[in-house]
């Protein structure tokens, strides 16, 4: 009877080294939703360019901290031409929102639209 509690009691304690206290296995749900809260541009007469500020925020929908995010833009100049450009940032908790701005380069025109193209989410 000695011996069955013992390995009734090193089966249980195994279990719980092997699976955890919880004894639930979560997977890991890493994800965002990414929006550009506005964007600007600023002309400078001096030049004759301008100046492109896209201001955007994140929110952490997952069930893990987002470590890494790089976020990708397409500008569309008034001539039709496009830009492909990127922002990058750390750490955004689990429900958390983030708000951040970044300069984009269009090489000195005039932008008639930006949008969000693609997004890479890291959990280290």
Known sequence: MRNKSLLLIFTVFL??????????????????????????????EYSGEWSDYVYYEIENTGNVEIDYYKVYFTIT??????????????????????SDCTMTNVSGKKAISVVITDWELKNF
């Open 77 to 98: 100049c008034i001539d039709g031409s496009k830009y492909y450009d990127w922002t990058n940032g750390l750490s955004v908790g689990v429900g958390h929102k983030y």
């Open 15 to 44: 279990i719980f080294v092997l699976v955890g206290c919880s004894g639930i296995i979560t997977p890991t749900n890493l994800s965002a939703n990414i929006i550009i809260t506005e964007w600007e541009q600023d002309y400078y």
